[in-house]
């Protein structure tokens, strides 16, 4: 969602500031904004993408060495050059970004109308910024000591940052709930919403916590909390690269991180499959064995694919740690009063580590007593800051919208989890682990033979790319997925798609299948094979398109009429993580055969910080 940068130092700021706008393009937005602070506040900002911006601006002299940069993506009134951020305080001297919701805008807003104040804009930020304007107006006083006092009255999600014209060397940034990271150079300061913006500048970097202001000119940081004590910055060292954030030849991020799958998964295998030594090191895991062993309850939380990988984990963690699972969206569990007991623990899954709704839900659950597991992507997010422990999935940055390799890694974490669990809880055989465990061992080439295959899951897709619908079955460990590739093909391809476990499909979808609907079935070999090749029966005889993933070589597939696409054999515990990557490839090449920017699909955003 909205993305952020900031510059002060001794470059030109609008060059770093654009830059970072670029980088952070992949959040999703739909308007585009700079400011610039040259002893006198300077604002240019359009709808549409940022090279909308950045064409308006050639010519125009841009020779500040502080300025602030927004991508916004619409909440508080439509997407349009007025609404855009930064946005201007009424007295003229202040510019403002802001990601996040102010909820009690409303009544800020009445507030300052009977002060006299109008508005240009239909934002909660607008509303914001004058209410700091009016602060910093009336008490005469400092720009941080009214931001500070504003902040007090403001409840909602943010970051904010400020320039002052009448003090153009210095930026006032504060955060609640939403992500800021500063970039620590040589007399000069990022600001940006992640870390991509900042890398080909420092590695060096700050995150700021919930509830802390930072005061930043060039050569100088401070930090506070909003009581006015100062805290010591924790500058910590980026463990990322410039290549991990680009295209590096492939035609979309998408693709490219389809393609990074075998070894991603080797990462996140990697230094944790012991094979010779029959164990998984999992430090996380291993400091709340205990409480994981005898857990009365798992309670997995999550939005989207990282809740679809939390389905997975249902059916492994029951079937091999015989501990109850109950798998959650975080958007319903924050609001229905949940039951959490002592004993319960709760898994929280996020690629982003970011998401507002997860994070919320992270909130109700810790007041509640529960012991939280993030399993996460991004290093230093705000859900790795709030779990008492975890595990990485050193999946490397995900820029592609659509989530695919975070996916794969988070079913292999999720596995690994669970085998160790139900090895020291003895609750599976010691030849069982280590066959799961050679199997693991075993995805980043099976993947490789998988992708090997592209051409023929692009041809697949060209020949359905025009349909209007789409159904998804599966049944056991391979339901989830079938919800995951219909997910996938809606976000890129904007085609209607519905996921349903196969043996529902009786139950109502049937009556959807006729000689125009596709109808993928996720169908490799597992303990409910044999029903589920009666289902695709059932659709060949209604003269359905069927598609199906199928195990290499498995003849019972033979007879059936339809697109079959290959993937290695594998048990069923671990196929999850093979079939789900020809159906990222349909969904790709569906969306680029339809001429749609897969990597920045229409409304969505990457890192969902609002609610
Ligand atoms: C789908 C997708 C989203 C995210 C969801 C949760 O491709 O990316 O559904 O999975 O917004 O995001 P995280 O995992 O960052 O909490």
């Known amino acids: 969602m909205c993305g952020i940068v900031a510059y002060v130092g001794h470059r030109e700021a ?5 830059k970072g706008l670029k980088r952070l393009e992949y959040r999703g937005y739909d308007s585009a904004g700079i400011a610039l602070n040259d002893s006198k506040l300077s604002v240019y900002k359009k709808q549409g993408k940022v090279a909308r911006l950045e064409e308006s601006l050639v010519g125009v002299e841009l020779k500040a060495t502080i300025g602030i940069g927004h991508t916004r993506w619409a909440t508080h009134g439509e997407p349009s050059d007025r609404n855009a951020h930064p946005h201007l305080s009424a007295s003229g001297r202040l510019a403002m970004i802001h990601n996040g919701i102010i909820e009690n805008y409303a009544s800020l807003k009445l507030e300052l109308e009977k002060k006299g104040y109008a508005f240009k804009s239909d934002t909660d930020t607008e509303v914001l910024l004058n209410f700091i304007d009016d602060i910093l107006i009336r008490n005469q006083c400092s720009l941080e000591e009214a931001v500070r006092i504003a902040l007090k009255r403001v409840v909602g999600a943010y970051v904010i940052v400020l320039m002052d014209e009448e003090d153009p060397s210095t930026l006032i940034a504060a955060r609640k709930g939403s992500p800021l990271v500063i970039g620590v150079g040589e007399n000069e300061h990022f600001l940006a919403s992640d870390a991509s913006p900042i890398i ?3 590695k060096q970097v700050v995150y700021v916590n919930d509830y802390e202001l930072a005061i930043i000119k060039g050569n100088e940081l401070i930090l506070k909390n909003l009581g006015n004590e100062i805290v010591t910055p924790f500058v910590q060292q980026l463990d990322l690269e410039l290549a991990a954030i680009e295209k590096g030849g492939y035609d979309h991020f998408m693709l490219k991180e389809i393609f990074e799958q075998p070894k991603t998964i080797f990462d996140c295998l990697r230094g944790r499959l012991d094979i010779a030594n029959q164990d998984i090191i999992m430090s996380g895991v291993q400091h709340y064995m205990e409480e ?13 694919t990282s809740w679809h990988a939390g389905l997975v984990a249902e059916y492994i963690i029951e079937e091999l740690c015989r501990i109850p699972v109950e798998v959650e969206y975080a958007s319903e569990f924050r609001y229905r009063n949940p039951i959490v007991n002592k004993g319960d623990v709760l898994f929280a899954i996020s690629q982003s580590g970011e998401t507002a ?3 919320v839900a992270i909130e109700r659950a810790k007041e509640q007593g529960a012991i939280i597991f993030g399993i996460l992507n991004v290093v230093g997010s705000s859900i790795a800051r709030i779990s008492h422990a975890g595990a990485y999935t050193h999946a490397g940055p995900e820029i592609g919208v659509a989530s695919t390799k975070a996916f794969t890694a988070q ?5 690994m989890i669970a085998l160790k669990i139900a090895k020291e809880k003895k609750s599976i055989s010691n030849a069982r682990f280590m066959h799961l465990m050679h199997e693991l061992n075993a995805v980043p080439e099976k993947v490789k033979e998988i992708l090997a295959s592209t051409e023929k899951i692009k041809a697949v897709a060209s020949k359905h790319a025009a349909a209007s619908s789409f159904l998804f079955l ?7 997925i079938a919800l995951e590739g219909a997910l996938k093909l809606k976000e890129i391809s904007y085609i209607h798609a519905e996921g349903y476990p196969a043996a529902e499909m009786k139950h109502g979808p049937i009556a959807l299948v006729d000689e125009n609907l ?3 079935f996720v169908a490799t070999k597992d303990a409910y094979h044999e029903k589920v090749v009666s289902n695709m029966q059932e659709i060949n005889a209604r003269k359905g398109k069927l598609i199906a993933v199928v195990t290499a070589g498995d003849h019972s597939v033979l007879s ?3 697109d079959l696409i290959e993937v290695p054999e594998a048990d069923e515990v671990i196929a999850p993580i093979l079939n789900v990557v020809p159906l990222q490839l349909l969904s790709y090449y569906i969306g680029v055969e339809r001429g749609l920017d897969v990597d920045r699909p229409r409304n969505l955003a990457k890192s969902v910080t609002v609610e």
């Open 357 to 359: 709704d997860t994070l």
């Open 560 to 562: 059936l009429t339809g």
């Open 14 to 18: 609008y060059p770093v500031i654009l």
């Open 474 to 480: 599966g049944r056991g460990y391979n339901f989830p």
């Open 411 to 415: 079913l292999v974490v999720l596995a």
């Open 518 to 520: 596709p109808v993928l």
């Open 200 to 202: 080909e500048y420092t």
């Open 292 to 304: 994981l062993k005898t857990a009365n309850r798992i309670i997995i939380i999550a939005c989207g």
